[in-house]
């Protein structure tokens, strides 16, 4: 099995209906374990509960508690075990209950998920999937709203990608199932619900991984970001043409690897860039894509590469938390510091 | 309010008492003995099958032999660090021995000898400590894991593949090998979780030599032995005399015929005794006297067998000899072969990253590439 680059295309073209993030990514993990009988997922409460977000809904009573397992509570174990299937020829999906509890999995994710690969120069890949519901933005107490993707974009041997839209969660789930690398997939827990018109019989073909898109054009000046951020963009670019401004925005939707070419490409156009997400700032992923910007697109920046993101603080208590997230109008405010004078 | 205020806190306001949750498993036979089983030495030896101890012998001198030519060519420069299995390689080759075929071993970063026992090639079992590479060998072509330096993190794969091999329908066994001190990590009690619940066909050899660096074993756990952390996960625990090459190889062929018979892991606790230092850039003085050292030296592994095989007639004079002989063979290749320089290709710094490189990783590849252009010039 190779990386697949785009998602599969059935041939007729059914009716789209409304559905949700979770229920693609649900939809995802059904059709994996349809089709290769070494898919297994597993996690806390993911069976017969089906997950603490449902995401998992249905898939024990369809394929057995063998193949979609309630694990004992315990994220290195989980990891660790996911790691001695993956050895065996199975493709584990291992869902972490919550972003930060994640954590307890660190040494498992980092000395050997991560480096299986390259310590055996190569001879035994870890296929496995971590499916890790991020971010705020839901109102959840201390430890539920973490926004983690720095850890793992600093870690070699990791893929990390976190989709936006209800189409990328179908798409993307699949892409990294099938990859033979280890994927972080890190889902925007408060698009879970988000809806979109999606027909789960013939999901639509959407690039794989490592492609960013432009979900809007404009000229400008570029807004990049990912996963949870990716609406609140939109609706800073929809509000900004009040102001004058015609707004780019570029979905990264996967950070490693990171497209870098769509994103020079866009700045070099614009001449002006943004990056926005909710994760601190301080060595965030923003301050890798401002410092790729400015090496590349040095002649054609008309201003410095700008950050709006969240504060480098522990995640706030969630009566606090709309003043942590980055929002319309601190974007907007933003965007309004790049008219630039010397 | 005390809790005895508390209305139906005391035994006399409840009626009937509260439904209780029943154990899975009557802790019992679970418990080790209180003792570490032994056979050299004992009646028991008299049932002792001599083809099979005649190997543990030629193994426990050519892994003798290898533990002394790997310390020498730490001294030499050659390897950058070696943890001697000195005393412990008893444990070692029936760690080994008692796994088929298809089975797995799952060592930590000082079970070299186990990985050479079961066949791996003395050179590539070396690469790691040597440097020119982290695992030098193919995982799967001896169904040896990468020896483990994190400890502890290999015992849930170990779970995690015999789980999966379980659910395949192939009866694999994994036997998964960790030290004392490694015992008081998470990952230990995790995978020892995870291996009862699932009845994983694993086993879990614990080493116990006494110290981990420099902490001996009161310092590092609490428990009446190590075995006895099998009962609360609902798994048996054995004691064994881990210098005691029949014992031990009695002991985890009965762990390992269990687990393939379904039976789910086992724990196995070997006492035995560390008799060198941690590795060379330990002074042992500082934690340790020579008569506890000195103590152990009686009831070395090698010696044990040999005195138990002659008593017997099973071995004699010629046949040390020749496995004396044939470990000094060993040894000159593994001297040889270390003593010339490892052909290295710095762009394999790129290659086993990711599948698929990443332009990033292109990027830098391309950097080395012309540095190292520029050096040939
Ligand atoms: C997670 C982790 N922490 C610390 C170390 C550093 N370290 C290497 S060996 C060792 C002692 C191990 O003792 P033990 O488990 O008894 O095994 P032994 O060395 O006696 O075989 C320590 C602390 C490590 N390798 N991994």
């Known amino acids: 099995m190779t990386t697949s680059t785009t998602t599969p295309v059935a041939a007729a073209v059914p009716r789209a209906k409304p559905a949700t993030m979770a229920q693609a990514l649900t939809r995802a993990m059904r059709d994996a374990m349809a089709e290769d009988p070494t898919v297994h997922v597993m996690g806390e409460d993911v069976g017969t509960l089906g997950g603490v977000f449902r995401i998992t809904d249905g898939l024990a009573k369809e394929f057995g508690e063998d193949r979609c397992t309630d694990t004992p509570l315990a994220e290195a174990g989980i990891l660790g075990a996911a790691v001695g299937m993956a050895m065996y020829g199975l493709r584990p999906v291992v869902e972490m209950q919550f972003d930060a509890f994640a954590y307890p999995a660190f040494e498992q994710l980092i000395s050997h998920v991560a480096k299986m690969r390259n310590r055996t120069r190569g001879a035994m890949p870890l296929p496995i999937t971590i499916r890790v519901p991020y971010g705020g933005g839901i109102g959840g107490v201390e430890h539920h709203s973490d926004s983690s993707e720095a850890y793992y974009v600093a870690t070699p041997g990791l893929t990390v990608v976190t989709p936006a839209t209800v189409e990328d969660a179908y798409g993307l789930l699949r892409a990294s199932i099938a990859s033979d690398d280890p994927v972080v997939f890190l889902e925007p827990k408060r698009l879970y619900w988000a809806k979109a018109d999606w027909s789960p019989e013939a999901p639509a073909r959407v690039p794989g991984i490592g492609t960013a898109l432009v979900r809007r054009s404009g000229a400008s000046a570029t807004l990049i970001t990912y996963g949870p951020s990716l609406p609140v963009c939109l609706e800073a670019a929809e509000a900004a043409r009040e102001e004058g401004w015609d707004l780019e925005v570029v979905d990264l939707r996967s950070l490693v690897p990171f497209d870098e070419d769509t994103v020079v490409e866009s700045v070099r156009r614009t001449g002006r860039a943004v990056v926005v997400h909710e994760s601190g700032g301080f060595g965030g992923p923003g301050a890798e894509i401002a410092a790729r910007i400015t090496e590349r697109c040095f002649h054609h920046l008309e201003a410095p590469v700008l950050r709006v993101t969240g504060f480098d603080i522990p995640y706030p208590p969630p009566m606090l938390e709309k003043h942590h997230l980055p929002g319309v109008d601190r974007i907007l405010d933003t965007v309004a510091r790049l008219q630039w004078e010397n | ?377």
């Open chain 2, 1 to 377: 309010m005390t809790v005895q205020e508390l209305p139906g806190a005391g035994a006399s306001h409840r009626s009937t008492p509260p439904p209780a949750w029943r154990p899975r498993t009557d802790a019992a036979p679970l418990l080790p003995d209180p003792e570490p089983y032994r056979v050299l030495g004992t009646g028991a030896a008299d049932r002792l099958d001599p083809v099979l101890m005649r190997r543990c012998y030629a193994e426990l001198v050519r892994g003798r032999r290898y533990n002394a030519q790997a310390t020498a060519l730490t001294r030499q420069g050659r390897l950058a660090v070696y943890p001697s299995t000195v005393g412990q390689e008893a444990c070692e080759i029936a760690a080994a021995l008692v796994l088929e075929e298809r089975d797995w071993l799952f060592p930590s970063y000082r079970d070299t000898l186990a990985a050479v026992a079961r066949g791996l090639d003395p050179v590539q079992a070396l690469t790691l400590l040597r440097g020119d590479w982290h695992t030098g060998y193919d995982p799967r072509e001896l169904r040896i894991a990468p020896l483990s330096t994190p400890l502890a993190t290999q015992l849930p794969h170990a779970v995690g593949l015999a789980h999966a091999a379980r659910l395949r329908g192939d009866d694999v066994v994994a036997l998964a090998m960790v030290g004392d001190g490694g015992t008081s990590e998470g990952d230990f009690h995790e995978a020892m979780n995870f291996a009862a619940v699932w009845q994983a066909p694993v086993v879990f050899l614990v080493q116990n030599n006494g110290f981990a660096i420099s902490v001996p074993l009161a310092k590092q756990s609490a428990a009446p032995t190590l075995a006895h952390k099998a009962v609360g996960y609902g798994m048996p625990g054995r004691l064994v005399d881990g210098n005691d090459v029949a014992a031990m190889h009695e002991v985890l062929s009965e762990a390992v015929r269990r687990a393939r018979a379904g039976g789910g892991p086992t724990l196995v606790e070997a006492v035995t005794y560390r008799m060198e230092a941690h590795t060379n850039a330990d002074d042992a003085t500082r934690y340790r006297g020579d008569a506890e050292v000195e103590a152990w030296k009686a009831h070395d592994p090698v010696a044990l067998l040999e005195r138990e095989l002659t008593a017997r007639g099973i071995l004699d004079e010629e046949g040390v000899r020749v496995e004396r002989e044939a470990a000094e063979e060993m040894a000159a290749a593994l001297r040889e072969a270390m003593n010339a320089d490892p052909v290295l290709d710095p762009m394999d710094l790129f290659a086993h990253v990711y599948a698929e490189q990443t332009g990033r990783l292109r990027e830098q590849a391309a950097l080395l590439r012309a540095e190292l252009e520029a050096e040939g010039e």
